[in-house]
């Protein structure tokens, strides 16, 4: 069971990409009349990969006994689980392949990073053995999911409309978020690359207590722990040790997410010879403007109420039941309240005054960004009660 | 109150941009009518003179409602920097710990405060300056909108027609068949259709311009509830650390509840238990690292008869229950949490009295560390009295012996052995691996036998009366939003002027799905499919 649910989660990834060609297919062909065959082998296979990956989230729910939305990973797969469909229901009201182009990329993307994190089915802790896992983590997954569809939308409009002729702050900006999506290519490259190569490095170090304890590398140590001595024989040693309340394996892992990021984007714009954004500008050339905004607001029309379920109601109804009140200012409720917010803002500025278009479409992309600093951040970097969910 | 009369005969307050029955602009407007409010006569538009005015027009404002949402979302953001207060180890001094943890910058973190942001008085300020917002934002703007759908006729103002988003003009043939199947179709897609004069509006979906405005209430009622907590006897939250055996009042039930803990069971996952697709991950942590339950086993019991002071209370029992993590015991609004535990804390500790040349044992005491007795008997003219008792012995700054708690952590005792051979009795003070003499050579002593050991285990005692307006409050918010989100208001103008037959639509969102709907309605009819003027203008 165990097996036969990774390789549909495998088959299912892979369907994804090569869904994601027939939609960038259907770009290239001129529209003629009546069905756009690549369009329509695109939705086939995206649809044929989502029930692959539902058969994934079945098989492990019945080899785990509970729903696989547990752990960093499986939370992650889940998400992007549901990214894919609600692509797919987007898809079937709007029939616009472009946005398959560009939404199952970041699926992919989503799944291939949760991938990197520990995939054995985990027992549960008491604080999770509650039928609250699952509807509280799957409503606030979808409603995240259905939220980054305008994600998706917004990077489509602002690729087509920013001016790609001169240097501005626009150009820069859209750079900085493609460069953010190629470093997360790079991160599941380097992380990949060395797991194969099955490099590891021990340290011993001074923790801020002043305790001695280890630390196990698994990428090249740029930087070392605080008084790192490194125990394990033809190892590269850190340029520079850190201090002790940094976390420094991770910061390694950052730093090398980001240079392969570098180097990823910087061979890109020598072999395009012009803006990643630039380069992609003529795939959406032929886009409906208007369209493209109004699925970027249809999307947080839609996610905002199951977010709001999911995320917040839902997320109180069990913290009321696990952890004795129904809010206590964790950085994951925080975080999630801000989340709340900024899209309560979103639709103020759209419906009072007015946002559409171009600023809608940053505004979108902002609110992605904050969705995946509550799922990655506060996961890894801000220690909480929902901690445990990176392992 | 001053009043604007329209060309068509309707009185409308004044501020009116469209007459709400007709819809004739009313004073210069742009070519496309803004229609988001109807062009009602909204109070902040209207007056500034007064002080009131002033204050309802900054808080009617939009604009202001997003800055202060704006403004609480960093705040909140800056509070998860570091640890709020009530995660940082309760022991240890705020002042000292961020400093210690952070450095410079948790230094500053904790002199502005924002170790303890959430119950600053600013962040409550600005909780309270968006409720609010909230309430006078809706106030300005669901009563004129109310007025105006309410006041709307279904023949209107040519104007007011051609100046829509989607209109279209044409020639008038057969005007009235191919009316009827337009009103077929309309009906059939669910508009009701309101008919004057041979004039059409078709309405659906009205219901959802009132989304916001439950929804706001909602949040208002949230609100209020959350504002309650500071209400003195609005809620109970009370810790209880009881051991297995004991008998205690519940906190907070002002003596009316006991609880008897029966046991503390504390498990985890063991490789050999648990199935084979949980094996890796075990492995991983390692087996036995993994909590699997915290469970305790309690009786409930409810005080029979009045209080007397200094006496037994008469008990009644409620029921058995196993309390774990979430699974808390609820009886009578009261609910029961497993928090924390502590595993084998010293129950009895078992001392022989012995001789310490021939190691002769002469009885042997058990003494109870919650409550030793004051002398153990032991027959024959030998027992032991307890002068002294530390629980949690260490030696104080003075070098006296000294308990730091009532907890029997590490308890250490001051016992006079009397025998028949030592009538005065021999004082010896015995803790764990160590007894001193404090009175010279002694013949005899205590000689550890042994202990017997319980679990602790922490349960919170929990009663939140503003739990059900919380509940309301989110279930109206829902509904607001579901209502406003999902649903669209949409409405269809079809007028006959001069043998012309104008044809105006409006929705308040999704234009794209209300364009598709009419594709669909007036595809085979002789009238013409309203055309998107935002588009020609762009």
Request: aromatic share 14%; hydrophobic share 45%; net charge positive.
């Amino acid at each position: 069971m165990v097996q036969l649910s990774s390789t549909l989660l495998y088959i299912a990834f892979v369907l994804y990409l090569i869904a994601t060609l027939f939609f960038g297919g259907a770009i290239r062909i001129k529209k003629k009349e009546g069905l756009d065959r690549w369009a329509t082998l695109g939705i086939v296979v995206t649809i044929i990969g989502f029930i692959a990956q539902l058969g994934y989230f079945i098989t492990r729910w019945i080899a785990a006994g509970h729903a696989p939305v547990s752990n960093l990973f499986e939370f992650t797969t889940f998400f992007g689980m549901m990214l894919v469909g609600a692509f797919i229901v987007i898809y079937f009201i709007y029939k616009t392949s472009l946005l398959g182009l560009f939404t199952l990329p970041i699926a992919i993307l989503v799944i291939a990073y949760a991938s990197m994190f520990p995939r054995e089915i985990s027992p549960l802790i008491p604080a999770l053995q509650s039928d609250w896992l699952h509807i509280h983590v799957t409503t606030a997954a979808a409603g995240e999911a259905i939220l980054a569809i305008s994600f998706a939308a917004g990077l489509i409009y602002l690729i087509r409309v920013v001016d790609q002729s001169k240097s501005s702050k626009r150009t820069f900006w859209l750079e900085f978020v493609l460069f953010f999506l190629i470093s997360t290519l790079g991160f599941v490259i380097v992380t990949t690359s060395f797991r194969v190569a099955g490099y590891e490095a021990t340290f011993e170090w001074i923790d801020k207590n002043g305790k001695q304890d280890e630390m196990v590398y698994h990428m090249p140590a740029l930087v070392g722990p605080h008084e790192g001595v490194l125990k394990t024989e033809g190892r590269m040693t850190p340029l520079i040790d850190m201090p002790a309340i940094i976390n420094a394996r991770k910061l390694n892992t950052v730093i090398w997410s980001l240079l392969s990021g570098f180097a990823l984007y910087g061979l890109l714009r020598l072999v395009l010879r012009k803006r990643i954004a630039a380069a992609l500008q003529p795939l959406v050339r032929n886009v409906n403007l208007d369209l493209v905004d109004e699925i970027g607001y249809r999307s947080v029309a839609i996610g905002f109420p199951v977010f709001t379920l999911g995320a917040l109601i839902f997320a109180m109804i069990w913290a009321q039941i696990a952890w004795t009140r129904f809010w206590g200012w964790d950085p994951k409720e925080v975080w999630a309240l801000i989340t709340w917010l900024f899209y309560a803002a979103f639709l103020h500025l759209r419906l009072s005054k007015g946002w559409h278009g171009e600023r809608s479409a940053w505004l979108a992309v902002i609110g992605f960004a904050i969705i995946m600093f509550n799922l990655v951040a506060v996961n890894l970097v801000i220690a909480g009660l929902h901690s445990y969910a990176g392992s | 109150m001053e009043q604007v009369k329209c060309e068509c005969g309707h009185v409308n307050p004044i501020g009116t941009v469209l007459c709400e029955a007709c819809g004739k602009p009313l004073e210069e407007v742009p070519m496309l009518l803004d229609m988001r409010y109807e062009g009602s006569a909204r109070r902040s538009q209207t007056y500034n003179q007064t002080i009131v005015d002033k204050i309802w027009n900054f808080f009617s404002s939009v604009k202001v409602g997003i800055w202060l949402i704006v403004i609480t979302l960093v705040a909140s953001a800056i509070g998860t920097i570091y640890p709020q207060q009530m995660y940082i180890p309760p022991t240890v001094s705020p002042a000292e710990y961020y400093e210690q943890q952070y450095g410079w910058l948790g230094k500053w973190y904790y002199a502005l405060g924002f170790h303890d942001l959430y119950s600053s008085w600013w962040y409550m300020l600005l909780i309270a300056l968006i409720g609010v917002s909230l309430v006078i934002c809706s106030l300005d703007r669901v009563v004129p909108l109310y007025r105006a759908l309410n006041n709307q006729r279904v023949t209107r103002n040519e104007q007011f027609l051609q100046r829509q988003r989607l209109f279209s003009r044409a020639q008038a043939t057969d005007y009235e068949t191919a009316l009827r199947h337009v009103v077929d179709k309309l009906t059939k897609r669910g508009y009701r259709i309101r008919e004057e004069n041979g004039n059409i509006l078709a309405e659906k979906g009205r219901f959802s311009r009132w989304g916001p405005y439950v929804n706001h209430i909602g949040l208002i009622i949230f609100l209020i509830g959350a504002m309650l907590r500071f209400v003195p006897g609005m809620y109970v939250d009370e810790n209880m650390w009881i051991r297995e055996g004991e008998i205690k009042e519940i906190p907070g039930t002002k003596g009316k509840y006991f609880l008897e803990n029966k046991k503390f069971i504390f498990e985890v996952y063991e490789k050999e238990k648990e199935k084979e697709a949980f094996q890796p991950a075990i492995d991983r942590v390692g087996s036995g690292m993994m909590a699997k339950n915290y469970q305790t086993d309690v009786v409930l019991y409810e005080r029979v008869g009045p209080v007397v002071a200094g006496e037994e209370p008469k008990l009644k029992r409620i029921k058995s229950f196993s309390i774990r993590v979430n699974e808390p015991l609820k009886h009578d609004h009261y609910a029961l949490y497993q928090v924390d535990f502590k595993l084998d804390e010293l129950k009895n500790m078992s001392f022989h009295l012995t001789d310490k040349q021939t190691n002769k044992s002469f009885g042997t005491i058990t003494i109870d560390l919650i409550q030793p007795e004051k002398e153990y008997d032991l027959g024959n003219g030998y027992k032991v009295q307890l002068l002294s008792y530390f629980p949690d012995f260490y030696f104080d700054e003075n070098g006296n012996p000294n308990t730091r708690s009532k907890v029997p952590n590490n308890p250490a005792f001051v016992f006079k052995m009397f025998a028949p051979d030592r009538p005065k009795g021999e004082v010896s003070f015995t803790a764990i691996r160590q007894t001193i003499e404090p009175l010279g050579d002694n013949k005899y002593k205590m000689s550890f036998a042994g202990i017997e050991t319980r679990n602790v285990s922490a349960l919170t005692v929990r009663r939140d009366f503003t739990l059900w307006i919380l509940g309301v409050g989110g279930a109206i918010f829902m509904i607001g939003l579901i209502q406003g989100m999902y649903w669209n208001h949409r409405r269809v103008w079809i007028q006959r002027i001069n043998d012309e037959v104008l044809v105006a639509a409006h929705t308040n969102k999704n234009w794209f799905g209300l364009k598709k709907e009419l594709e669909g309605i007036f595809n085979d009819t002789p009238f013409v499919m309203p055309i998107d003027q935002a588009d020609k203008r762009s």
